[in-house]
C-alpha cells in the first residue's frame, strides 16, 4: 500500500480509489500545478494523465505535512521529482510507493531550505556513528567519513553530482545514506588500513547489513 493511502485509509478516505474514480474532477491546488508544471519541465515526456498530475501534488502535500518546518518550494520540489522520473524506469506506475516524506527531505537538504539540515542530521544521520562503529577502531575516521557523507552528499564530488539528486524515493532514505557511508568509509579507510591495519575492520557485505548493493 502507497504511503498517501495509508494515511487515507487511517482517516477513512480510500486514496487510491479516489484517484481510480475522479482523477479528473478533482482540483488541483495552487502548489499542485506548480509542482506539476516544475515537473513537466524536467520530464515532460513522463505519462500526464490526470491522475498522476494529483499523485505529485500529494507527494508534495504529504512531504510538506510531515516536515512543516520545511518550507520547500513547490518548484524546487517538482524540479527533484522530475530528475526522479527521468532516472526511475515506470515512474508513473511507480509513483504510489515512492517514499513522498523522504523525497521532500531530500529536496529541502539539497536545495539549501532553511533548517533542512538539521533535520536532515537529526533524522537520517544520527544513526551513523553507532552504525560504522563495528567497522572502525577510530573515532576520528568516523568524524571523517561523516564530513566526507555530507560534503558528498549536497555538494558532490569532483566529477560527480550531489549524491542526495540520485535518491528516487524508492525505498529508506536512511538505507540509502547507509549505503553512501559504506562507499565513503571504503575510500576513506584503504589508505588507513593501508598504513594501520588494526584500526579498520573487515566489513561485512552490503547484504548482511540490510542495505542495497
Keep these: 500500500m502507497s504511503e498517501v493511502a495509508s494515511i487515507g485509509r487511517a482517516s477513512g478516505w480510500d486514496v487510491e480509489g479516489a484517484w481510480d474514480v475522479m482523477p479528473s474532477t478533482r482540483r488541483l491546488s495552487y502548489d499542485g500545478h506548480v509542482v506539476l508544471e516544475a515537473f513537466l519541465d524536467v520530464a515532460s515526456a513522463a505519462d500526464q494523465s490526470p491522475g498522476l498530475r494529483h499523485k505529485l501534488a500529494d507527494l508534495y502535500a504529504l512531504g510538506a505535512a510531515r516536515w512543516p518546518e520545511l ?42 531550505v532553511d533548517g533542512a539540515w538539521v533535520a536532515f542530521e537529526e533524522a537520517v544521520m544520527s544513526d551513523l556513528p553507532d552504525f560504522l562503529a563495528p567497522l572502525v577502531d577510530s573515532d576520528e575516521l568516523i568524524a571523517l567519513v561523516l564530513e566526507d557523507l555530507a560534503t558528498l552528499l549536497v555538494f558532490g564530488a569532483a566529477d560527480q553530482p550531489p549524491k542526495l539528486a540520485s535518491y528516487t524515493g524508492v525505498g529508506p532514505l536512511r538505507s540509502y545514506v547507509k549505503l553512501a557511508a559504506l562507499r565513503v568509509l571504503q575510500d576513506r579507510g584503504a589508505a588507513l588500513a593501508e598504513a594501520a591495519p588494526d584500526t579498520v575492520r573487515q ?3 552490503f547484504a548482511a547489513l540490510g542495505v542495497a548493493s
Design 71 to 112: 518550507a520547500v518550494p513547490p518548484e524546487v520540489f517538482g524540479h527533484y521529482v522530475g530528475q526522479v522520473a527521468l532516472s526511475l524506469p515506470s515512474f508513473a506506475r511507480r509513483v504510489d510507493d515512492l517514499r513522498a516524506c523522504d523525497l521532500y527531505l531530500a529536496a529541502a537538504a539539497l536545495s539549501g
Design 203 to 205: 566489513a561485512p557485505t
